[in-house]
């Protein structure tokens, strides 16, 4: 297939097969950048299932550019709470109110511009300018390299380099709905060339794909593994209530509510008898062994929160895992 029949043969499967998502509503000019700018940012390092829920609610408390740049912190971290990776939620209200400073209000329809808000980097800044300014950009994200590996059965380290895979991009070709034509690739990738068992015979792109031909679909990725890191978490309980802190030590989950902790080295933390928790971090893997104390006075920058009015709190899901370990221990 030519790229003119390819684009027609993509944008077909996506009229026939995209899901409905909150940010795929029929809106207006200025909603469908508020729209996407913060799904978008959602979406990083979050699936799409995980997200329409928080989005319905973000955008339901905070509709529009102007209510996000001037929420109060502590609303914002609720709206967002159960989503983890929080400076997210932080960098958007930067990034509203340099927008609403420096543009007028108005998403600034230029990459650059674009990447000099807090938390825009390359692939944000595409996707948005594909899907709020329907300009020709095909983002890269983690389905549309699945898409190339598999379609140009890429497998050395040297091939799947990302500034191969950007040029390898041109096989898409050029569309006159380009918001579309980056969605529908992308949804390509979600929902038919998925990690394992890829629906090939559903795939409008399967007459191109070698991976297809070889009936390999294998994916060569850079291997990375978390480092494991040790720590101890000092359980500090006053009749129902237990001490949090909040975090200005470690550069993870910073300026939440934690349990008081350090990091110890892994012979400490294999010496000790206390209870043991593994949790895993987007960089790391946690081993935490729990210790119980008994503190009737705060730290500096402490709280005690009582357990039946844990909703009530912002609480990073780490904190409410340990919490859960706690209380049933
Ligand atoms: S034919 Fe199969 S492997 Fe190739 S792009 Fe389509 S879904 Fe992926």
């Not at 006159?176 to 409008?204: F, H, K, V």
């Not at 850079?222 to 470690?250: M, P, Q, W």
Request: one cysteine or more; glycine letters at 2%.
């Amino acid at each position: 297939m030519n790229n003119q029949s390819i684009t027609k043969e993509i944008l077909k499967w996506y009229d026939n097969n995209k899901r409905i998502l909150p940010w795929r509503k029929h809106l207006t000019k200025k909603q469908k950048q508020y729209f996407t700018l913060v799904s978008e940012i959602m979406l990083q390092q979050t699936q799409v299932k995980t997200v329409i829920p928080y989005f319905n609610n973000f955008i339901k408390k905070i509709p529009n550019l102007k209510t996000l740049a001037n929420i109060n912190n502590q609303k914002l971290m609720k709206c967002w709470e159960g989503l983890g990776y929080y400076s997210r939620a932080r960098n958007l209200k930067k990034a509203a109110k340099k927008i609403i400073k420096e543009f007028d209000g108005n998403l600034p329809n230029n990459v650059d511009q674009l990447k000099s808000l807090p938390g825009i980097g390359d692939y944000t800044s595409t996707a948005i300018m594909a899907i709020a300014f329907n300009k020709q950009f095909i983002p890269l994200d983690g389905n549309v390299e699945r898409i190339l590996k598999r379609i140009f059965y890429l497998k050395t380290e040297k091939e799947v380099r990302k500034d191969n895979l950007h040029k390898k991009k041109y096989f898409f070709g050029k569309s006159n709905r380009p918001s579309d034509y980056a969605q529908a690739i992308m949804e390509i990738g979600a929902l038919i060339c998925r990690p394992t068992n890829p629906s090939c015979t559903e795939c409008p792109l399967k007459k191109n794909c070698i991976a297809y031909k070889k009936k390999n679909f294998d994916i060569k990725s850079k291997s990375k593994f978390n480092k494991v890191k040790y720590f101890e978490a000092d359980i500090y309980k006053s009749k129902n209530k237990y001490l949090l802190i909040k975090n200005n030590k470690f550069n993870f989950l910073k300026n939440l509510l934690i349990f008081p902790m350090r990091e110890i080295n892994q012979k400490q933390f294999k010496s000790s008898l206390n209870k043991r928790i593994n949790i895993k971090m987007s960089n790391m893997d946690m081993k935490i062994t729990i210790n119980k104390k008994i503190r009737k006075k705060n730290l500096n920058n402490s709280f005690f929160i009582d357990k039946v009015n844990i909703k009530n709190h912002i609480l990073p899901s780490f904190t409410k895992k340990i919490f859960k370990t706690v209380i049933r221990y």
